[in-house]
Structure formats: structure tokens, C-alpha cells
């Protein structure tokens, strides 16, 4: 990766995690819904604390389902509605396992073009249209990894992978807000 940290956290642990661990990233991307960029993102973090070890698809996918949802539960709760996104973490790291021997890297860096790229991070659960668009910006213009073609799949509108500084969150978060307004009112 080209970048020692992502600096989305306030926490500077949690924002090298990011950059280092590509399931860290994954997770992070997937809960960010419903809480602030920074929580969603410090959660796996937080996440690898409790489980004590360095977080992998394939060691959380063995993992009694009921055990790993009680780390997201546990306070302060990893995200805003723990049980169900918990239940979520935990179905992509299967999905990671199953289709990608657990390394989540492999969903980049062996697709053939970012049209693929898209469609497998489409396949995997709680990888929504936008969330997709949006990790494949996060792999192009964060970490440099993306295949070629990416930018034609990725996000065109403001979000966390136009962050490049800690400060740059509040100019993203007025811009979603912005957006959401001119939507309510067309």
C-alpha cells in the first residue's frame, strides 16, 4: 500500500491499521452507515483489540458467529446497531474465506479491470452500489492498487476517499449533507 496511514480515525493506531490490513479497510468501509466516518473506521481497530490478535477473514469465519457478533456488542458497542452489522462483519469474512482463501486483497489485485473489481466487491455482502463505488476510489486514490479502468467504477461524488488529511472529514461531511438536501428537494 502507498500509504502508511489513512488518517480517518483521529487515533493514529487505527489510521495506520488501515493502511495495513486490508480487512481492517474492508471492515471499516462496511460499517460505515448510520455513524460518523471516524467511528465506523476506528471499529476495526477496536475490534482487533478484543479479539486480542490481528484480524483475519479466515480465523473470524471459524469463529462461533454468536461469540464475534458479542465483540461488536460489547461497550462501547462497535457501531450504532452492533448485533446486526456484527452479524454482517461476519458474513463477509466468510465471504472473503470462501471465495478469496481469506485475503481481501485478492479482490483487487488479481481482478482483471476495475469493472471486475466492482462486481466482485458487489458480490460480497453489505457492498451496496455506492459503498462499492466508493472502496474502489478508496483502492485507486488511497492505496494505489486498483486495476486498470477503476476510475470509470469508482465514486464521482464527495466521500472518505477524497480524504487525504484528518481535517479534510468535515468538508466531506458538509458536502454528503449538501447533497442530501438538493435530493430531498428534486
Same mark, same amino acid.
Given at each position: 500500500?502507498?500509504?502508511?496511514?489513512?488518517?480517518?480515525?483521529? #487515533?493514529?493506531? *487505527?489510521?495506520?491499521?488501515? %493502511?495495513?490490513?486490508? =480487512?481492517?479497510?474492508?471492515?471499516?468501509?462496511?460499517?460505515? @452507515?448510520?455513524?460518523?466516518?471516524?467511528?465506523?473506521?476506528?471499529? $476495526?481497530?477496536?475490534? @482487533?483489540?478484543?479479539?486480542? +490478535?490481528?484480524?483475519?477473514?479466515?480465523?473470524?469465519?471459524?469463529?462461533?458467529?454468536?461469540?464475534?457478533?458479542?465483540?461488536?456488542?460489547?461497550? $462501547?458497542? =462497535?457501531?450504532?446497531?452492533?448485533?446486526?452489522?456484527?452479524?454482517?462483519?461476519?458474513?463477509?469474512?466468510?465471504?472473503?474465506?470462501? #471465495?478469496?482463501?481469506?485475503?481481501?486483497? +485478492?479482490?483487487?489485485?488479481? *481482478?482483471? #479491470?476495475?469493472?471486475?473489481?466492482?462486481?466482485?466487491?458487489?458480490?460480497?455482502?453489505?457492498?451496496?452500489?455506492?459503498? *462499492?463505488?466508493?472502496?474502489? %476510489?478508496?483502492?485507486?486514490? +488511497?492505496?494505489?492498487?486498483?486495476?486498470?479502468?477503476? @476510475? &470509470? @467504477?469508482?465514486?464521482?461524488?464527495?466521500?472518505?476517499? &477524497?480524504? &487525504?488529511?484528518?481535517?479534510?472529514?468535515?468538508?466531506? +461531511?458538509?458536502?454528503?449533507?449538501? %447533497?442530501?438536501?438538493?435530493?430531498?428537494?428534486?
Amino acid at each position: 500500500m502507498t500509504n502508511e496511514s489513512l488518517p480517518w480515525t483521529g #487515533d493514529s493506531d *487505527a489510521d495506520r491499521l488501515l %493502511a495495513e490490513s486490508p =480487512l481492517a479497510l474492508m471492515l471499516g468501509m462496511l460499517l460505515d @452507515q448510520q455513524v460518523k466516518m471516524e467511528w465506523a473506521f476506528k471499529a $476495526p481497530y477496536l475490534l @482487533q483489540e478484543r479479539l486480542g +490478535r490481528p484480524l483475519d477473514a479466515s480465523e473470524i469465519a471459524g469463529m462461533d458467529p454468536e461469540e464475534f457478533v458479542g465483540h461488536f456488542v460489547e461497550k $462501547p458497542a =462497535l457501531h450504532r446497531f452492533p448485533g446486526s452489522m456484527g452479524k454482517r462483519a461476519f458474513a463477509l469474512c466468510e465471504a472473503i474465506t470462501e #471465495d478469496y482463501d481469506g485475503r481481501p486483497e +485478492r479482490i483487487w489485485r488479481e *481482478a482483471a #479491470d476495475g469493472a471486475e473489481f466492482y462486481k466482485r466487491l458487489r458480490s460480497l455482502p453489505g457492498f451496496g452500489e455506492a459503498k *462499492a463505488r466508493i472502496f474502489v %476510489a478508496i483502492v485507486g486514490r +488511497r492505496l494505489g492498487e486498483a486495476p486498470e479502468g477503476w @476510475q &470509470d @467504477q469508482a465514486a464521482d461524488w464527495a466521500s472518505i476517499a &477524497d480524504v &487525504d488529511t484528518y481535517e479534510k472529514i468535515e468538508e466531506i +461531511r458538509a458536502a454528503k449533507k449538501l %447533497a442530501k438536501e438538493a435530493a430531498r428537494k428534486s
